[in-house]
């Protein structure tokens, strides 16, 4: 299994890097199974969607050679993992600009003359690690994780047929807790593996 590990964070010292890190400590322990860290702030992905975004919705241009690379990376994998903080109960607005961007009509999914939609990223598992500053307490109070889901899980992924094969958050309001979550970001990582066959499945 090969596994595209995505983040979002500005700072590499940040407790999001460190979750991503112990993901593919936990992937990597495994023998026969690799990964690769996208870090979108480090590599200065641009989540503006352009005129020529939607240009390609509309099937008049083709994709920018940017979004075809992270198309590439992502044909390339078994498995994405994307590792982010929550901001205001979702998605950081550079990995919802990278998802935006990326997975395109034709591409993750198409919407056919008909008025069905062919899924199209049926082979691709994802699992979804977000960080939380709140506790257990407040996510069920508010009915944050559940609401998240519904719009995360089933609204990107469900739509494009990906199967999401884990949806975590991982809650740090102190150190114990900071601890707890670093360990568990391993569990995942190794879980991951151990389910997954050894041998990739071959890409176009």
């Avoid at 078994?78 to 903080?85: E, G, K, M, S």
């Avoid at 990326?102 to 899924?119: L, N």
């Avoid at 309001?173 to 601890?179: A, F, G, L, N, Q």
Wanted: glycine fraction near 10%; aromatic fraction near 8%; hydrophobic fraction near 45%.
């Amino acid at each position: 299994m090969h596994a595209l590990v995505v983040t979002a964070h500005p700072d590499a010292a940040s407790f999001t890097h460190a979750v991503a890190r112990q993901v593919i400590a936990g992937i990597e322990a495994h023998p026969g199974h690799t990964s690769e860290l996208a870090d979108l702030a480090a590599e200065g992905f641009d989540p503006r969607f352009t005129a020529a975004d939607i240009g390609l919705f509309q099937r008049r241009g083709p994709a920018d050679a940017s979004v075809l690379a992270e198309q590439r990376r992502i044909d390339r994998a078994d498995l994405l993992v994307l590792v982010y903080p929550v901001y205001w109960w979702s998605l950081p607005g550079l990995l919802k600009g990278w998802i935006d961007r990326v997975f395109t009509q034709g591409w993750a999914y198409d919407d056919v003359p008909e008025g069905s939609t062919v899924k199209m990223l049926g082979r691709l598992a994802v699992q979804l690690v977000g960080i939380g500053g709140a506790d257990e307490g407040t996510y069920a109070r508010r009915g944050y994780a559940d609401a998240m889901r519904t719009q995360i899980d089933h609204g990107i992924f469900g739509y494009c047929g990906a199967p999401v094969v884990g949806s975590d958050f991982l809650l740090h309001s102190d150190p114990p807790s900071r601890e707890r979550a670093l360990r568990r970001a391993f569990e995942i990582g190794s879980g991951l593996a151990a389910a997954a066959p050894h041998r990739r499945t071959a890409r176009p």
